[in-house]
């Protein structure tokens, strides 16, 4: 499906007041800017943002991803994952690992055939760093700048989830090709695995 294409489909989504392909000089494809109606995109109760993104002007995969305070955010997730585990036949952990192998992050994945889901999750606690120093020059007025900043995000987090001290949820929940996901883990596979060979040669 083209970016134009995509735009079509898009302002047919309930909660989606306009979206507008953007485009470089050289007709090369930007990005897509969406805007929302007051109520937003709703998919139950859970609101979400959407995100396509696009290889060689072809969609190659869309999120959504929403946010919310800490109890509420997780039984969405529960029931967004008891969702697409009731859609999809197959289900399952599924690593992120870096370029070395190292696992940075777990998901869960659920799948058929043609299409993969991820859902992933992030959790946005307060930060409770403080950064000291002698109070005096630059440094002092520079550190109590990055407190005070800091006390303001701290304060402002708490106001938004008073009942979970200001700890948020951020979830995303992403579809692609099953094709795609195969033949892209396979490279990477590949990949670590020459790189892990060219190590062993080298030692």
Sequence with gaps: MTPEKTVEVLAKIEGVSGAVVKRDRRNRFKSISITYAPTGVLIGNFKVSISPVFENDRLAEVSLSGSGCAK????????????????????????????????IEQRVAFWNDETRVRLSWQVDAPNDAYVASSGRGVDGALAGLANLMAQSARDAAIRRCPEDAGVGIQTVVNYSSQAAFLEQHAVETQKREEKRKATRDAL
Excluded: M, N, W
């Design 72 to 103: 509420a955010e997780i039984e969405r997730l529960k029931t967004v994952r008891d969702s697409l585990g009731s859609k999809y036949a197959k289900s399952g952990r599924e690593r992120v690992v870096d370029e070395d192998g190292v696992e």
